[in-house]
């Protein structure tokens, strides 16, 4: 299996995406005569300073499968691949707000403890476009990484791969 080769991305002086670049020597000396500065640390990229005599991109293509608990990313051309990212869903949203909820309710009781109880004070109806807490956090994270990929990449195309299955029906097959 070939081991996965780095690349350095590159943003313009007016910060827009460049191609990567596997020329690391040449990164190193650019930085050290201040003809590039680094912008990010975690993804490694640098901004060019000067403007480049020219501007050759590739059409990159962005695949984003989104999973429940995984997201995979993957930017590619069609000769190579110049980026890929798994991320892992944090699912502690349910369990947080379950635990926000019991300790509101344990305040209240301390606090209130001959108050009438009340039933009829929630809205009946959702405001439109509204989705739960932990759905708009998934969401958030897609839209983030995605956002992150496009600010270092010169991206075309995104490809979201959706699929829907039922989970119970693969693990009984019985069922219709």
């Known amino acids: 299996m070939p081991s996965k080769v780095k690349f350095v991305y590159v943003l313009d002086i007016n910060g827009n ?18 003809l590039a500065k680094v912008v990010r640390r975690d993804i490694f990229t640098i901004q060019l300073l000067y403007e480049p005599k020219t501007h050759v991109v590739d059409e ?17 051309s069609s000769r190579k691949e110049y980026f890929a990212e798994e991320v ?30 009340r039933f009829n004070n929630r809205k009946s109806t959702k405001p439109k476009g509204w989705l ?8 958030e994270t897609h839209k983030k990484k995605i956002d992150s990929a496009c600010k270092i990449l010169p991206i075309k195309n995104i490809r979201t791969e959706l699929a829907s299955f039922d989970i119970q029906k693969m693990e009984d097959p019985s069922i219709e």
Request: proline share 7%.
């Open 88 to 117: 892992i869903i944090d699912n502690s949203m349910v369990e947080n707000l379950k635990t926000r909820a019991q300790n509101r309710r344990n305040r209240r009781v301390r606090k209130r403890r001959y108050r009438k109880p």
């Open 17 to 34: 995406p460049l191609m990567p670049t596997k020329r690391f020597g040449k990164v190193r000396r650019m930085l050290r005569d201040g």
């Open 132 to 139: 739960p807490p932990s759905v708009e956090h998934r969401c």
């Open 60 to 76: 990159l293509t962005l695949g984003c499968d989104t999973g429940y608990t995984h997201i995979g990313l993957s930017a590619s």
